[in-house]
């Protein structure tokens, strides 16, 4: 079976796909990487000013990053075939607030994709991820750039940590499936999902 972990953001957006071997061992990397929103120009021409406050930085609008990321994620989905994607979960910091809005807008598009493409959907806290794979919840993003490598055994550091993220996401998701099949249980997710079949695989590729 093939995890698909996606790290949303607006700027950069994560993803890691894994494939399940066997119970108890390691799933491989199929193909891990980042989407990059803000580089070059926008889709469509340059956004209206004062629309959304990216023209006045000369980043692309957050229309443009969204039509983008649809489109890069909805390629990737075709790219991997997945048969359950893992997103994070949505959580909000007392000293940037404004950051679970942001990150609202690319986990819709993410989640309205993965639906679209008729894959089950897993929602995964931050803190859930980072217990699970290092064994603390506060882990802090080098901790699990090296957890990663070290478990995957990778010459280098996976860089940038927003691949790492998804990485840890994927493999947190991977995880809870192999228990859910070890204790007979259809749900991987403790929280609602939509139902999906396994997908064929494809060639194995890393990517920064």
Not at 7 to 34: H, N, S
Not at 151 to 176: G, K, Y
């Amino acid at each position: 079976m093939r995890v698909l972990g996606i790290d949303p953001g607006l700027r950069t957006t994560g993803y890691a796909c894994l494939e399940t071997v066997a119970p108890g061992v390691t799933p491989r990397i199929v193909e891990a990487g980042v989407f990059r929103l803000v580089r070059g120009g926008a889709r469509g021409g340059a956004a209206p000013a004062g629309s959304d406050g990216s023209r006045a930085t000369g980043l692309p609008s957050i229309a443009d990053r969204l039509l983008e990321l649809d489109c890069d994620f909805g390629e990737l989905l075709r790219r991997t075939s997945p048969g359950l994607v893992a997103i994070e979960g949505l959580f909000a910091h007392y000293r940037h607030p404004a950051t679970a809005i942001v990150m609202g807008h690319a986990r819709g598009i993410l989640l309205l994709g993965a639906r679209r493409a008729q894959v089950e959907i897993v929602e995964l806290k931050p803190r859930e991820v980072k217990k699970a794979v290092s064994g603390f919840g506060g882990a802090g993003k080098d901790q699990v750039q090296r957890t990663m490598q070290d478990v995957f055994q990778l010459v280098e550091l996976p860089t940038p940590p927003d691949m790492a993220d998804a990485m840890a996401i994927a493999l947190c998701a991977a995880r809870r499936v192999e228990a859910a099949r070890r204790e007979g249980a259809g749900d991987p997710s403790e929280s609602r999902a939509s139902r999906a079949g396994v997908r064929a695989s494809r060639v194995p590729k890393l990517s920064a």
